[in-house]
């Protein structure tokens, strides 16, 4: 997976030029979410800056290559982060691998281990503990927790301020009404009192594993393709 910082990145990411390229290197499926114009209304977090503005997750192919190709590909790219990552699908969304646009808020969150918590704790926190909290509190249809293996890039790009690396990319789907709709992306009933509730509930979980704080939290469009 790759993080990107630049402007417009939208138009260039879904350009046949990068997926020729990557495909060059045999990588046979490349996700693109990006923060763009049907998001736009969306909440956004940054941990640094300077928002990040898409990621791009591959399957097969070289990891190097790849950090180069998109480099060579996406002049505006401004920077790229890139992770091995090992896959989780707590909510596997249906997929189709055509280039449409999913009709849906993607939300991707990324994730930093608080140096308090020792590596499984704070895995068993997260995936043990909060995982069934969030799809319980949350509308989303589809959450895919990305475990980070180890960096790809020549040297991760964080904050300043921030001196623990990304240990995590999280992605959640919600309905588009989400967007602007806060009952909507809890899922509640209607009512202030079961959203209270759901939001309590959720931000005291995240609590327990540090995600309340050093985090990125991008909105965006999801968009699918196979390279085959």
Excluded at 112 to 122: A, G
Excluded at 145 to 152: A, E, L, T
Excluded at 182 to 196: E, K, M, P, R, V
Aim: glycine share 8%; no cysteine; net charge negative.
């Amino acid at each position: 997976m790759f993080a990107l910082w630049g402007d417009e990145l939208a138009s260039t990411l879904l350009a046949p030029a990068l997926r020729s390229a990557l495909a060059g290197l045999g990588v046979e499926r490349l996700q693109v979410n990006v923060d763009d114009a049907p998001v736009a209304a969306a909440m956004r977090i940054p941990a640094g800056q300077e928002p990040i503005k898409a990621l791009l997750s591959t399957w097969g192919g070289g990891a190097a290559d790849a950090v180069a190709s998109v480099l060579s590909a996406l002049p505006r790219v401004r920077r790229v982060t890139g992770w091995e990552v090992e896959e989780r699908r707590p909510i596997a969304p249906a997929e189709t691998w055509d280039g449409s646009r999913l009709d849906a808020l993607a939300n991707v969150a990324l994730l930093r281990r608080p140096p308090e918590l020792t590596h499984d704790e704070w895995r068993h926190r997260w995936l043990v503990d909060h995982t069934p909290v969030a799809i319980a509190t949350q509308g989303t249809f589809g959450y895919v927790q990305n475990i980070v293996v180890g960096p790809i890039t020549p040297a991760t790009v964080e904050a300043a301020s921030l001196e623990e690396p990304v240990a995590a990319l999280v992605e959640e789907l919600f309905p588009t009404a989400a967007i602007t709709d806060i009952h909507a992306f809890y899922g509640s009933d209607g009512t202030d009192a079961d959203l209270a509730d759901r939001m309590e509930r959720m931000m005291a979980s995240v609590g327990r594993f540090g995600a309340d704080r050093g985090l990125d939290l991008v909105p965006s469009s999801r968009y699918l393709f196979d390279l085959t």
